[in-house]
C-alpha cells in the first residue's frame, strides 16, 4: 500500500508555543489530505480537509485560526497548532487521499503525531 | 446525517476462532466500504476495501457487502492475539470523497 509520513511523531511543548506537524505523501501524490484528531479512547474526529492549493476546509467547531493548515505541494500537508494549551493535547493523523489505483479511492492514514501541551 | 454504526465491543473470541464484525451504514447511496485496523497508541492501517455485493476475500481477512440491507462485516479467521485491535468501518457515499467512520470495535483474541 502507499505510504505516508508524519513528522514530528511526538512533541512537547509549553503552554502558548505554536507546533508545526508535517504530513507527506511519500510514493503518490495526493491532492487530498485529511487531519484528524483522536483523544484517548475516543474515535477519530475529522478537523479538516486540505486541498493542495486551495483553502482548508474546516469541520464545524475547528477553529481555522488556531489549526492553520497548508497543503503547498501534492505530497505535503503542514497542521500549525497555534498558541497550544493544554486541552490541545492530543493524538493528530493526518490522511492522503489515493486516486491513483484504478476504482479504488483511498485514504492512507500517517502514523500520528502525539501532542503534549504542559 | 450519514451514519455508520458499529457495536463498540469488545468483541471476545478465543485463537483461532473467526471473528465476525458488523458495520451499518444509513447512506444508499453509498459506494465503498473500507475496513482499518487500529492498535491501541497507532494510527489507523487499512486492511481491505470492498465495493460490490458478496464477499471479498483477502488472506484470513473477508469482507462482506450487503447493500440492500446497508451492512458491510470482516471476518477474520483463524483469529491470532496479535489481531486484537480495535477495527473501524470507513463509508463512502456516491460522490463524496471524504469518508464517515464508525466508532470502531474492540476485539480481544485471548490465547
Known amino acids: 500500500g502507499a505510504v505516508v509520513s508524519q513528522h514530528p511523531s511526538r512533541v512537547i511543548c509549553k503552554s502558548g508555543t505554536s507546533v508545526k506537524i508535517e504530513c507527506r505523501s511519500l510514493?503518490?501524490?495526493?491532492?487530498?489530505m485529511f487531519w484528524y484528531r483522536q483523544f484517548p479512547k475516543q474515535s477519530l474526529m475529522l478537523m479538516a480537509t486540505?486541498?493542495?492549493?486551495?483553502?482548508?476546509?474546516?469541520e464545524q467547531g475547528v477553529e481555522k485560526d488556531k489549526f492553520l493548515i497548508n497543503h503547498a505541494s501534492l505530497t505535503l500537508s503542514t497542521l500549525t497548532v497555534t498558541s497550544a494549551h493544554p486541552e490541545d493535547s492530543s493524538f493528530y493523523i493526518c490522511s492522503a487521499r489515493d486516486t491513483s489505483g484504478g476504482n479504488a479511492d483511498t485514504q492512507y492514514f500517517g502514523p500520528g503525531t502525539r501532542l503534549t501541551v504542559l | 446525517q450519514k451514519e455508520v454504526e458499529q457495536n463498540s465491543g469488545p468483541l471476545s473470541v478465543p485463537e483461532g476462532a473467526i471473528a465476525s464484525l458488523n458495520c451499518t451504514y444509513s447512506?444508499?447511496?453509498?459506494?465503498?466500504f473500507f475496513w482499518y485496523r487500529q492498535y491501541s497508541g497507532k494510527s489507523p492501517e487499512l486492511i481491505m476495501f470492498i465495493y460490490s455485493n458478496g464477499d471479498k476475500e483477502d488472506g484470513r481477512f473477508t469482507a462482506q457487502l450487503n447493500k440492500a440491507s446497508q451492512y458491510v462485516s470482516l471476518l477474520i479467521r483463524d483469529s491470532q492475539p496479535s489481531d486484537s485491535a480495535t477495527y473501524l468501518c470507513a463509508v463512502f457515499s456516491g460522490g463524496s470523497y471524504i469518508p464517515t467512520f464508525g466508532r470502531g470495535t474492540s476485539l480481544i483474541v485471548h490465547p
Open positions: 486540505s486541498n493542495e492549493g486551495s483553502k482548508a476546509t474546516y
Open positions: 510514493d503518490f501524490q495526493a491532492t487530498t
Open positions: 447512506d444508499r447511496g453509498s459506494q465503498s
